[in-house]
């Protein structure tokens, strides 16, 4: 490469790395965030609203606790509109910046437990031995409990202003419906989330 080149590229360079650095420089980055979720997705409905809590560990931490609770409420069977659920989650956790917390945007991986109360009125395949006729709709209590592997992706809009989505898949290792254990099935959570960061 010609030297006149090598020069203009090294110049260049350093522009967008002094741009990015006073980028950054510019945000606070505050080891708090409060935040909602106007759209919160479960396993058992699609629509559903939530609240979060994250603080940083340390001001060079790549480390956070996070914690989570989310309201899940509608239909929970696309094939019949009469079945309903409704649940309040709790997803305590961590999580793990592998780039560190302190960029405009950052992406974060953790564990978290996951444990749920609530009702459902799905009769989960139950059948009248006499008739072999489903069970007629009677909301019955329901509980889970299991553990979920979160990523997520976060927007340091402003010093204040913090924008976020996350996805978390994992199984129940406890799932009851009116007493009955079900056994182990598929935990999902999602949520796009908008909040305050302090």
Do not use: W
Not at 15 to 22: C, K, L, M, P
Not at 159 to 175: Q, R
């Amino acid at each position: 490469m010609h030297p006149l080149k090598q020069i203009s590229l090294l110049v260049l360079s350093a522009i967008s790395y002094s741009a990015t650095a006073q980028e950054q420089s510019a945000l606070v980055y505050n080891r708090n965030i409060l935040s909602i979720s106007p759209v919160q997705i479960s396993e058992n409905t699609p629509t559903g609203v939530g609240i979060q809590y994250e603080r940083f560990l340390g001001a060079d931490s790549k480390l956070s606790l996070y914690l989570p609770v989310a309201y899940s409420f509608g239909h929970s069977n696309p094939c019949d509109p009469d079945i309903r659920t409704r649940m309040l989650y709790a997803y305590p956790g961590v999580k793990f910046y592998p780039a560190g917390y302190k960029h405009k945007v950052t992406y974060a991986v953790g564990p978290s437990l996951a444990f749920g109360t609530g009702t459902t009125n799905c009769n989960c395949g139950e059948l009248v031995t006499q008739t072999m006729e489903l069970k007629p709709k009677e909301y019955k209590p329901k509980t889970e409990m299991g553990v979920l592997i979160n990523n997520s992706v976060n927007v340091q809009a402003t010093n204040h202003v913090y924008i976020g989505s996350e996805i978390g898949l994992g199984a129940t290792y406890l799932n009851t419906v009116g007493g009955r254990n079900l056994g182990t099935d598929i935990m999902l959570q999602m949520n796009l989330k908008v909040g305050y960061r302090f």
